[in-house]
Nanobody, 127 residues
Framework: QVQLVQSGGGLVQPGGSLRLSCALS??????????TGWFRQAPGKEREGVAC????????LYGSSVKGRFNASRDFTTDTIYLQMNNLQPEDTGVYFC??????????????????WGQGTQVTVSS
């Protein structure tokens, strides 16, 4: 059974940084059979893709609003994925979710078509 458990998040001032973690179980990153991603949802808005990694290979994709500020990574030894968020701005406020889906493609998508989701964690950027 695939499960994703998130940690991290919280309140940060504009310009600050946060790191989110997502512990994976039920599959191994080293199997290269699951794409993983990060999404966020602000109040009253649709869920937005932030970053993703392909199931096969090491290809990644970032949303235009976070490119250059956020960095997604994977730890194959602990089966954990991370989202390092730098230069956070108020518009980055929202609930952040990690996600995974079975995929053996060498590309990933930032649409919310993932089968497994973390519980979500709040990120608030405010002075």
């Amino acid at each position: 059974q695939v499960q994703l458990v998130q940690s991290g998040g919280g309140l940060v001032q504009p310009g600050g940084s946060l790191r989110l973690s997502c512990a994976l179980s039920g599959f191994s990153l080293s199997s290269y059979t699951y794409a993983t991603g990060w999404f966020r949802q602000a109040p009253g808005k649709e869920r937005e893709g932030v970053a993703c990694f392909s199931g096969r290979g090491d290809n990644s994709l970032y949303g235009s609003s976070v490119k250059g500020r956020f960095n997604a990574s994977r730890d194959f030894t602990t089966d954990t994925i991370y989202l390092q968020m730098n230069n956070l701005q108020p518009e980055d406020t929202g609930v952040y979710f990690c996600a995974a889906t079975y995929s053996r493609y060498r590309w990933c998508v930032l649409s919310a078509a993932y089968d497994h989701w973390g519980q979500g964690t709040q990120v608030t950027v405010s002075s």
